[in-house]
């Protein structure tokens, strides 16, 4: 069962190519050869998700489908093929409207693959509201109100002060590199750095940062709590946490998954704000959930690290989030980490589909992770020289310098101005000029 339908009107022999590339993402391509076969198609299949539009062989008939792709409610997004004199003079360089897209020929016929299935899960994922105005802004807007979550502690009386940075590491995806991150982010910013670093482990669930560490069973901060319910006695992070022979300070909120009704999510998210006088870096490794405490955390998140890796269900996941993160109004403090960015997807690409800019990359790297905590160590420690290494310490570094993309990356959002000239508008204006 194809996922959706793509029509094409490219000339039979790119179509073709193109088509072989589509049916192997499950897309069913459907060659359209002028505006009244697309015209018709429309009317019988409402399961055409993008219009592949050749703009540079037959201009008018290219606005003329263009027309039924927007015709009464329909609202079609679409790949269309422009000489590149004319991008260029348009000034859109394949960054107009929020959902269509633009590309040149030569193009290979797998690179239109991928720009279709990000452009579908776009689709997909932009719900109605968001569908134009709505996501430019909420993607342009400033820094978000923090909302005042009933309970927390107040930041006011010490923002004098020089506070810790609270790091979350969240994809609501398993098995993208959160932990592993969370891992080597704290080591390097702990070694390499020189700064005071407390890794916690939030993911009660499957959470492993201790055992990856070598820490055998440390204290956690569940058991601590109910000690202090007897005792009257309350401790601070710094009492409770485990210290890694790094000198990363690990803390683990539970050992096991039940009987953690004791972490009520204001009380664990007071205690963490509390920590950001004792230490530089509070790196939080989550568990993929948007539960109470997830959230709680969120609201109080200087920034999230989002890894994703390039392929399409960790994109889907990310875009997802990116979405939650939307309504829950923290979308500002998300950027993305590229894992294992050397095996599929370019950057630009995931940037363009997700619609967050990336800070950093990190590469694949073997089972190299896998050996480190073998021996239970960050891979900081134990392959101080590796390239991977490299990478994660140019993240801290970043994080360090408070920058927000790494520009070099390409694909990041379009400046306002560039997006505000949308095609909707160039296409009005073009169509007053042909008729
Ligand atoms: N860049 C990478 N290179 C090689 N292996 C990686 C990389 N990132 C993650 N891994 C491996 O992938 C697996 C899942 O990573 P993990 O950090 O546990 O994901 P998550 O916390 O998101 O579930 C682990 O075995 C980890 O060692
Ligand atoms: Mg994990």
Request: with cysteine.
């Amino acid at each position: 069962m194809p996922r959706s339908a793509v029509a094409i009107a490219l000339p039979p022999l790119e179509f073709e190519a193109v088509r072989d590339h589509l049916a192997e993402a499950g897309y069913d391509a459907i060659l359209v050869r002028d505006a009244l076969e697309l015209k018709t198609l429309l009317r019988s299949r409402d399961d055409i998700k993008v219009a592949i539009l050749d703009g540079e062989t037959d201009f008018d008939a290219t606005l003329e489908m263009y027309s039924h792709l927007h015709e009464g409610d329909r609202d079609i997004a679409a790949l269309l093929l422009m000489p590149p004199l004319a991008l260029g003079r348009m000034d859109i360089g394949g960054k107009g409207y929020i959902k269509d897209e633009y590309f040149t020929r030569p193009y290979s016929a797998e690179s239109l693959r991928w720009r279709i299935e990000a452009m579908v899960i776009r689709v997909e994922n932009v719900s109605a509201e968001f569908t134009t105005e709505g996501v430019m802004d909420a993607d342009l807007q400033g820094p978000a109100e923090r909302p005042a979550a009933d309970g927390l502690v107040s930041d006011e009386a010490s923002s004098e002060r020089k506070r810790g940075k609270i790091i979350i590491v969240f994809n609501p995806k398993g098995g993208v590199g959160k932990t592993t991150i969370s891992i080597n982010l704290g080591a390097a910013l702990q070694i390499r750095k020189r700064q005071r670093v407390l890794l916690v482990d939030c993911d009660t669930l499957t959470g492993h940062i201790a055992l990856s560490l070598g820490l055998e069973s440390p204290r956690t901060l569940a058991r601590a709590w109910r000690e202090a319910a007897k005792s009257g006695k309350e401790e601070s992070i710094a009492q409770i946490a485990a210290v890694h022979n790094s000198g990363l300070s690990v803390l683990r909120l539970a050992s096991s998954p039940l009987h953690t009704e004791i972490l009520e999510p204001t009380r664990v998210v007071n205690l963490i704000m509390a920590a950001r006088d004792s230490y530089d870096w509070l790196v939080l490794d989550m568990h993929p959930d948007y539960g109470p405490l997830n959230q709680a955390l969120f609201s109080q998140a200087d920034r999230i690290l989002v890894p994703v890796t390039p392929d399409v269900p960790c994109i889907r996941a990310a875009v997802q989030f990116r979405e939650v993160a939307v309504e829950l109004n923290i979308r500002d403090r998300l950027t993305m980490v590229i894992n294992r960015f050397n095996s599929g997807v370019a950057a630009s690409d995931v940037q363009r589909v997700v619609a967050l800019s990336a800070l950093a990359r990190v590469r694949s790297a073997g089972m190299l992770f896998v050996r480190a905590s073998d021996e239970g160590k960050s891979a900081v420690e134990r392959f101080p020289d590796s390239k991977v290494v490299g990478d994660i310490e140019t993240l801290a570094e970043r994080l360090m310098a408070g920058v927000d993309a790494d520009d070099s990356l390409g694909g990041g959002l379009a400046p306002r101005e560039r997006i505000r000239g949308s095609f909707k508008g160039l296409f009005d204006r073009l169509t007053a000029q042909v008729s």
